[in-house]
């Protein structure tokens, strides 16, 4: 939350990341996006736009690990899923 609060709040990182995937820079678009996901999951603006930016750096990715990694993201992003936290998954 402190990245999104440094940077001017959440809607001018959403336009940030969205100024710098225009202007190319998708690896930097993804993870200002990702910061402000992570800040407020339940954003669907940032979630939808980060899936996008994914969606898209699957395509130069050369690596068929990294290419899942992406399109797993993308589905978790776009039927609002995330992991579950580690505590989550704990056992006493």
Not at 71 to 92: F, I, K, Q, W, Y
Request: charged share 20%; no cysteine.
């Amino acid at each position: 939350m402190r990245y999104v609060d440094a940077m001017g709040g959440a809607a001018a990182v959403l336009e940030k990341g969205l100024a710098a995937y225009g202007d190319g820079d998708y690896r930097w678009a993804a993870t200002m996006l990702n910061h402000l996901v992570f800040a407020d999951p339940t954003n669907t603006g940032a979630r939808q736009a980060l899936g996008d930016r994914y969606g898209h750096l699957r395509y130069p990715a050369e690596s068929g690990p990294w290419r899942d990694f992406y399109l797993t993201s993308v589905g978790e992003l776009r039927r609002n899923t995330l992991p579950p936290s580690p505590a989550a998954v704990t056992t006493p």
